[in-house]
């Protein structure tokens, strides 16, 4: 046993060194060939400017993105600007039609790849991501059929933003108008956002929300996937669904009501604030809800146990809730109340 040890790090040592090896037989010969190895850096390639004439005022920007990555950021001089590598296999061209540029990038050969010539293959290669710079207060459409997205840093009228198969982020943006997100295959993130109305969906990974802003309403929805909600401000309501997944919420604040759905999946909640009412529903899975400052709360569980932690004393609502081992009520005229239900588990209701 001892020996075949010896003999296995032997191999690896071996492996290691042939690896290294190799690798570095291959930069000098690509160098000693005058490869460009910039070619592998994510912001140099041909640099398509000028699209803007000060005659003819832009008002919305399309980005089509087939199979490469892309970056949103903000046009310092208020010039739209596109920073793209650009070769036999990737191609990026634009059109114009009245107050609308039109940018589509393509990657022939598949995502995240370029070709050197020689029969090689680079996955995951910095320089398919194209950059674009775009002015402040412009309408952004941004879609992607493979591929990350990322916007960081930008003023719009509206923002949308939809994938297919790949991660979005969307960092430090002001939105007047809506914001929108939608990703059919990949994780989605919002950080430092404000807009007028938010509203995300993603079908297949997680969903991520910190530190979001929204005049009116704010809608998550997760088909498969956790969600993910921390310090979250909205002038109207709060609206969150998961089909199958954990939803989790910490500091939420809503002028209106605030709903958590759940169909499979605990639900925790810490410091939610609401001038209306907080509703939520869970098929399966528990419920744990902490310091819950709202004007009423409706609640109702399938399979699991509920806890409550209400800011106030127990005579400022109408109680009236069911459970497995019995029931809880009691009676005030206040015009607030506390209904719910749990099929197969307990509830525990404190106030705080």
Known sequence: MKIRKIFLC?????????????????????NNLDWDFRRLDPYTGETIE?????????????????????RIVSA??????????????????????????????????????????????????????????????????????????????????????????????????????????RNTSGSVRLSGVKAGEIEVRNSSGTVNLDTITAENSVTASVTSGSLRIISLTAGSDIATTNTSGTTRIDNATAGGDITVQNASGSIRADGLSAGGRLTVTSSSGTVRLQRIDVHSVNFESGSGSVRIAIVGQRNDFDVYIRHRRGSDISHADTGRHIRGSSRNGTVRLEFI
């Open 76 to 181: 310092g001089d208020g010039q739209l600007t596109v920073d793209c590598f650009v070769s036999e296999r990737i191609t990026t061209y634009y059109e114009r039609t009245g107050s609308t540029v039109t940018i589509t990038t393509r990657n022939e050969r598949g995502r995240n790849s370029i070709f050197t010539g020689g029969g090689f293959w680079f996955r995951g290669a910095g320089s398919s991501t194209t950059v674009v710079r775009v002015p402040d207060g412009l309408n952004v459409t941004v879609t992607s059929t493979s591929g990350s997205l990322r916007v960081d840093d930008i003023a719009t009228q509206v923002l949308t933003v939809t994938g297919a198969s790949g991660s979005m982020r969307v960092n430090n943006v002001d939105v007047d108008g809506r914001l929108y997100v």
């Open 50 to 70: 000028t699209i803007i004439r000060e005659d003819e005022p832009l008002e919305n920007i399309i980005i089509n993105s087939h199979n490469r990555s892309v």
């Open 10 to 30: 032997i191999l690896i040592i071996i492996a290691v060194g042939m690896i290294v090896g190799g690798g570095t037989l291959f930069a000098v010969g690509m």
